[in-house]
């Protein structure tokens, strides 16, 4: 009896030794627990700031000159052709040749049009003959009114059908409409052509033009008869000026306005194709509010910059204005001395956190 009492005993040590290493193992697993969780709630709450950099929103006095490039273009280009179909007797110019308005460049075997000169003209003797003939018999009573119309109209369409002809022989001689120098020259002596064959190309390029775009924040200060400082790239030592003779009154896809400049060329120095840049509003100046270009969410048309306030960021609607390279113009919604923030806005809404980096 008394073992009994004894084993009992001991499975109720047992028992209560378990119970008390099992308490003693949650007591540690819980405080462990709300150790970590003070711990995470601290990181968190150091997380919840997004790292920006930032710059300042400052008033600079800033240089309006623009620069635009584009290339140069002939004031004049004509593709001469045949107006007669025939063969090519003579080739009077070489590529390169300057020729004026009017001049022949080449002539076309006029063979078959003489021939129908000559026939329309032994046409139009007759014609005349006969008419004289019916006036004679009409004053005599020998022919009707009809008749006498009649002859008149035969004599009409035989004067007309030589001056037709005529045309057609003259057209024998290619001449240019322009004055310029021949680029190219298509035909050579011997080859047949048809009507509206281009034979050559002459260009003027006594005035050039030089095409730019022009971007939509800065062509309202343009005028044409404007004058324009233009340089050129191969030859650096020389300066040209021209002046302003087209402004496109439309846009195109990129919002770039095109703008032509013509520019005296008496030397021929420079040619067409060539590369040029045109320099517009040089010496002038402006107050301007600037910011960086990065400081914009999406690009600068979407108008949408964050700036620092109280470890905060605040979203700004602002109107942009024109374009300095790495700088852009605010007309509203900032002011100077507002601290924009330049990177890290992927991670950005308004009210957001931040820590500047």
């Known amino acids: 009896m008394k073992n009994k009492k004894t084993s009992a005993v001991r499975i109720i040590l047992a028992v209560v030794a378990v119970v008390a290493a099992l308490a003693g193992i949650q007591f540690q697993l819980d405080k462990n627990k709300a150790t970590n969780k003070a711990a ?15 710059d300042t929103a400052l008033l600079k006095d800033v240089d309006l000159s623009y620069l635009a490039n584009g290339t140069f273009i002939p004031k004049q280009e004509v593709i001469v052709g ?9 080739v009077l110019i070489k590529e390169g040749d300057f020729v004026h308005a009017g001049q022949t460049l080449a002539v076309i075997v006029g ?43 035969q004599y009409e369409t035989a004067k007309n059908n030589l001056r037709t002809a ?50 939509e924040k800065n062509v309202g200060a343009l005028k044409t008869g404007q004058t324009v ?15 302003i003779t087209f402004i496109a009154p439309k846009a195109d896809v990129n919002l770039n306005f095109p703008v032509e400049i013509e520019i005296p060329n008496p030397k021929n120095e420079l040619r067409a194709g060539m590369y040029g840049t045109a320099k517009f509003g040089e010496g002038s100046s402006v107050h301007a509010l600037l910011v960086p270009r990065t400081a914009f969410v999406g690009s600068v048309s979407d108008n949408k910059i964050f700036v620092v306030k109280d470890g905060k960021a605040i979203e700004k609607r602002v109107q942009s204005g024109r374009n300095f390279g790495d700088y ?10 507002d601290q924009v923030i330049t990177s890290g ?12 980096i």
Request: no cysteine; hydrophobic share 40%.
């Open 111 to 153: 063979d078959k049009q003489d021939v129908s000169v000559a026939n329309a003209t032994a046409n139009l003797n007759n014609a005349e003959t006969d008419l004289r003939r019916f006036e004679s018999a009409f004053a005599t009573g020998g022919v009707t009114r009809q008749q006498l119309d009649g002859a008149r109209l």
């Open 166 to 215: 005529q045309i057609t022989a003259g057209d024998v001689a290619i001449k240019t409409s322009v004055a310029g120098i021949v680029n190219s020259r298509k035909i050579e002596p011997g080859s047949y052509v048809n009507a509206g064959t281009p034979a050559f190309e002459v260009v003027n390029i006594s005035t050039l033009k030089l095409k730019v775009n022009v971007d």
């Open 229 to 243: 400082d233009v340089s050129v790239s191969v030859l650096p030592d020389k300066k040209f000026t021209g002046k």
């Open 345 to 356: 806005q992927i991670n950005l809404f308004d009210q957001t956190p931040v820590q500047v």
């Open 328 to 337: 852009i113009e605010v007309l509203s919604g900032l002011r100077a001395g």
């Open 82 to 90: 045949a107006e007669a179909a025939g063969r090519i007797a003579s």
């Open 40 to 54: 995470t709630d601290e990181v968190a709450k150091q997380n919840t700031a997004v790292s920006v950099r930032i």
